[in-house]
């Protein structure tokens, strides 16, 4: 008679990073293994330094590098003119599609459909070449529209809108790990320094996803620093984003579900600061307020009245996980010396460095990790037959 698969003897798989690809790649993970049949039992652990919690602001405070829990955060589609942007495109396809189900589904997750709204001073050929139909086939988004000079602001040169999704970063993060947790799913808090080191947290680990967001010493990784505003512009419905001429950019997310209104913001490539720069908070909220009159479908608010009301709920600085050449997304095999075991092969499925698209590429990027995992688990893992 066999055991219950509760007691059987069982492997494990351990993703590092509470982040949102991290969170992504374990519950992907996760539902990919509930569905196939097993020689014995495979768990996931998670394993990160960091967790998510969902009130920023509160006392509880997150390190600079926890990107996701200081990001807007909203699809923001980039027209898919390089093959890397190409790639990243196909995982961006794959995240709409999911956060399209869970609005549908999980309505409390903290992802909302909402419109969206692009302001250019100076495009490049690949946002003069765009149409709504190329737009669409790229995202998946529907609702493409370009905007004519009486519907947008001085000095832009194109426009248009389109519908996307809204993130509340930290309730999404929050719900993703219960979700995770209520599936089975087991956490460790630890500080790694090595993602090899994933293997000696357990003895039965068969693979590791580094999911860490800036890797473990990458040279091709570096910060990108981001400063922005938590604001209480609660009547901002619409995400609104400006390019500027000057490489600048002024942005409006709305975090629904009491989260406030995102002003921002800056992209700092090699900037290791983390405290927030009073200037930079000064132009962001007096740029940023220059589109509110542009981000709800109610009348236009008087300038000088929307100003006296914002309030600074809280001032923002992230370190994006940047990675030259885009996210590193591959699998490494190193051999492993364990004291008074058999030398064992070590895999590891790297997905790191999204810089700042994360939440846009998640669910794409974590269902590529499955994709690399699943055989690499065999013959833990059969695939079950469809019925």
Known sequence: MSLPRDQQAHSTVVVIGAGIIGLTCALQLQSELSRRKTTRPISVLLVAREWPSSIPGAPARHSTDYASMWAGAHVRPIPATTPQLRCEAAWLRRAVAEFARQVDVEPWCGVTRTPGVEYLEAPDQGYRQQTKDSFER?????????????????????????????????????????????????????????????????????????????????????????????SNLSHVTKTVTRQNKDGSWSFLIPRFLNGGTIVGGTKEPGDWRTEPDVPTRERLLSAGLTLE????????????????????????????????????????????????????????????GAGGRGYEISWGVASEVVDLAMPLLAPEAQIKGKL
């Open 138 to 230: 790229e995202t998946g988004l529907g609702g493409y529209r370009k905007l004519g000079a009486a519907e947008v602001p001085e000095g832009v040169v194109l426009a248009y809108e389109y519908d996307t999704f809204c993130i509340n970063s930290p309730a999404y993060c929050e719900h993703l790990l219960r979700k995770f947790l209520l599936q089975g799913g087991k956490t460790l808090q630890r500080d790694l320094k090595s993602e090899w080191e994933a293997f000696t947290l357990r003895e039965d680990v068969i693979l590791v996803v580094n999911a860490s967001g800036a890797g473990f010493g990458d040279p091709k990784s570096f910060p990108t620093r981001g400063q922005t505003v938590v």
């Open 293 to 352: 009159p542009y981000a709800h479908d109610g009348p236009a608010r008087d300038a000088a009245e929307t100003a006296r009301n914002c309030k600074v709920i809280a001032d923002v600085v992230g370190r994006r996980p940047t990675r030259e050449g885009g996210v590193r997304l591959e699998v490494e095999e190193r051999p492993l010396v364990r004291l008074d075991q058999e030398p064992a092969k070590g895999r590891v499925i790297h997905a790191y």
